[in-house]
């Protein structure tokens, strides 16, 4: 059974940064390679919103608006993990990350806290 792993959260102050990792285990034949990979958070009382997602091909990549510029997605396939690297974090930004594969398999998410 395929699990995503994601790690990298922590508190952090604002304008500070952190690089969250995900990585998958429990099946061998399963790559995050073949999958386009999204990167979601849900901050209390709030619903889970995209903040970011990269394709299995090309790479392409998508950031919401409310991250442009501060957030990037990257892979590395050799390493088979996605990392969203978050720069000049601010409080809003403070949540549950999840990373999700081809919008079937996620994590059990990781805690981003802002706040000085």
């Known amino acids: 059974q395929v699990q995503l792993v994601e790690v990298g959260g922590g508190l952090v102050q604002p304008g500070g940064s952190l690089r969250l990792s995900c990585a998958a285990s429990g099946s061998s034949g399963f790559s995050l390679d073949d999958y386009a990979i999204g990167w979601f958070r849900q901050a209390p009382g709030k619903e889970r919103e995209g903040v970011s997602c990269i394709s299995s091909g090309d790479g392409n990549t998508y950031y919401a608006n409310s991250v442009k510029g501060r957030f990037t997605i990257s892979r590395n396939n050799a390493e088979k993990r996605v990392y969203l690297q978050m720069n000049s974090l601010k409080p809003d930004d403070s949540a549950v990350y999840y990373c999700?594969?081809?919008?079937?398999?996620w994590g059990q998410g990781t805690q981003v806290t802002v706040s000085s």
């Open positions: 999700n594969a081809g919008n079937t398999y």
